[in-house]
Each structure stands twice: as structure tokens, then as C-alpha cells.
């Protein structure tokens, strides 16, 4: 379990992500992968419904990884009350259990996996994983330890059927 984090602040995806979401989800549903992205779905952690993301799944040395980039936002705070999850692309559906990695697996992530791991990515998820760190979550270039006490890291593990 993640330790507790100090300096961890609540946060919202801003409109101009979200706009495209139901679109983008769409494409999703279809097969039709955007960048790195997939649909992430858990429950929702008071409603018990089930919630569905688009979010970037980060792959490095065949783990799998999503990243908190604006801050513990619902869909970081629903997968850690609610770990298990599945990820889909199409007609493509994986069962995983999210494990947050605490805050020093997390700046290691970021210092170690992230950014070196940047040019060995497919070009289209290398550009739009690189134009939204950059823009959005600087802090992840040039300071990973400040990342990581604010920005969830989560390993997506492979569960049994």
C-alpha cells in the first residue's frame, strides 16, 4: 500500500481534457488506439458503479503503468479504494489489480522508467505522452521526487480469470 503522502492535494482534470472524452472513448470501444491510450474501468469508490477512463497506459519492462498526471483526481482516488479494474482496447479486455507505487517507487518511475523510456515508445504515444508531461506535469522532468509526493503512479498487474 502507498504510504501516505504529505503534500497530496486534491485535483481536476481540466475541461479541456475531459471535452474530448466521450469521443475519444468511442474510439476506444471501436479498437481504434489513440496514442498510448485505453479504456480503464473500476468502480467507483461511493457509488460502487462501475467508471470508465481513457487514460495512458504506460508500458516499461512488460509492467504496465498509469500516472496521476493532474493531481489525485477521482479516477486515482475510485482505483485506490477499488484496485481491481480492467483495461479494454476493442474487443480486447484485460482483468488487473492497481497497486500505487509509494513515493520513492514513484520518483524512480518517473527518473528511471518514464523519461529514458520516452524514446523507446511507438512514435505517436512517445509524442503525446512527451507533449503532456512537458506541458502539463514539468515537475516529472526536472524535479521527480516533488512529482511523486502529488502525481499517483499505479502498476496495473495481470489477474487470474
Not at 105 to 113: I, K, S, V, W, Y
Request: glycine letters at 8%; proline letters at 7%; a positive charge.
Amino acid at each position: 500500500m502507498a504510504e501516505a503522502r504529505t503534500q497530496r492535494t486534491l485535483a481536476h482534470v481540466p475541461g479541456v481534457v475531459r471535452l474530448p472524452g466521450p469521443i475519444m472513448r468511442a474510439f476506444l470501444r471501436a479498437g481504434i488506439q489513440i496514442g498510448p491510450n485505453w479504456l480503464v474501468t473500476c468502480r467507483g469508490r461511493i457509488s460502487g458503479e462501475p467508471r470508465t477512463q481513457a487514460l495512458a497506459v504506460l508500458t516499461f519492462g512488460g509492467k504496465r503503468f498509469v500516472v496521476g498526471t493532474f493531481g489525485d483526481v477521482n479516477w486515482c482516488r475510485n482505483l485506490r479504494a477499488n484496485p481491481d479494474a480492467t483495461i479494454q482496447l476493442g474487443r480486447r479486455h484485460e482483468r488487473v489489480t492497481a497497486v500505487e507505487l509509494d513515493t520513492a517507487a514513484a520518483e524512480t518511475f518517473f527518473r528511471d522508467q518514464l523519461m529514458p523510456g520516452l524514446p523507446s515508445m511507438p512514435l505517436l504515444d512517445r509524442l503525446v505522452t512527451s507533449i503532456l508531461v512537458r506541458s502539463v506535469a514539468s515537475d516529472i522532468v526536472y524535479d521527480p521526487r516533488a512529482a511523486a509526493l502529488h502525481r499517483p503512479v499505479f502498476e496495473l498487474r495481470p489477474r487470474e480469470a
